[in-house]
């Protein structure tokens, strides 16, 4: 897939999008990362691209043509599933959006700056919006190279382990059990016998069970139960309310 970045300052995109997985993803051609200055497309000796918003309210806003004449020329170069525009007014980011788009081809991220957008980019260019949560950042960029990292991750092939991204928290809706690796034993703390016992159907109900004991204490909300906690002992994996003991 193919991922178009628009931003004033594309600097700050440098180093998410070029190390780790992300670079090696691109590097296997699996995925195609393009940064775009915004400012390439602006007009007059300053390359203008804000000014300051009808009806005098505080704060700069980006103008519409400089946006429209870099998306209406990726466009003729291709087609595109999404323009994304990363802002507060849009959906919460989650895992299941973020699988939906890994399996689009090509789409497009315009960062938010300043105040904002001119609302025409969004009424006319725009075809989903997306906040990473609820609070306020520069610019629309570390947004955006968020939504790039766990799109690419995904794609079949990004990582060596395609196992370990489909057991990540979230894709099953729950947050991820413990993990532990060597030494068994560390200042007098114990891995689990359990993880040591070579029982694998044990071993993955631990798992199943640990999964959802740590998402119904600590992100309940994600169980979608009343007061957004769990139901009862029926729906936990594994078959019933059971727990095993802490070693």
């Known amino acids: 897939m193919r991922i178009d970045i628009l931003t004033v300052v594309p600097e700050l995109l ?3 999008l070029g190390e780790s997985i992300l670079k090696r993803a691109c590097a296997k051609g699996l995925a195609e990362i393009a940064v775009h200055n915004i400012r390439d497309w602006a007009e007059g000796r ?3 691209v804000d000014d300051y918003p009808f009806g005098g309210e505080a704060g700069m806003v980006l103008k519409p043509e400089p946006v429209f004449r870099c998306v209406e020329q990726l466009k003729s170069e291709r087609r595109y599933d999404e323009v994304i525009y990363t802002s507060p007014d849009g959906i919460v980011y989650n895992q299941r959006e973020a699988n939906r788009l890994s399996t689009l ?3 497009i991220i315009i960062c938010g700056h300043y ?7 969004r009424e006319h260019l725009v075809t989903r919006e997306i906040s990473i949560g609820d609070y306020v950042l520069t610019g629309g960029e570390l947004a955006a190279a968020v939504i790039a990292d766990s799109i690419v991750r995904i794609i079949p092939g990004a990582i060596g382990d395609e196992a370990s991204a489909l057991t990540d928290s979230f894709q099953d809706g729950l947050l991820a059990p413990p993990v532990y690796t060597r030494p068994a ?3 007098g703390w114990k891995v689990p016998e359990v993880l040591l016992s ?3 159907a044990r071993i993955e109900q631990w798992r199943e ?3 959802w ?3 119904q204490r600590l992100r309940p909300d994600l169980l979608g139960g009343p007061d957004g906690r769990a139901g009862g002992g029926e729906d936990r994996p594994g078959g019933g309310p059971e727990r095993l003991e802490k070693p």
């Open 14 to 16: 440098v180093s998410p």
């Open 213 to 215: 004991d740590r998402t």
């Open 209 to 211: 069970e640990q999964a």
């Open 185 to 187: 034993e560390f200042n």
């Open 115 to 121: 105040k904002g957008l001119d609302h025409r980019i």
């Open 46 to 48: 300053h390359r203008q």
């Open 105 to 107: 081809g090509n789409i």
């Open 198 to 200: 070579g029982n694998f």
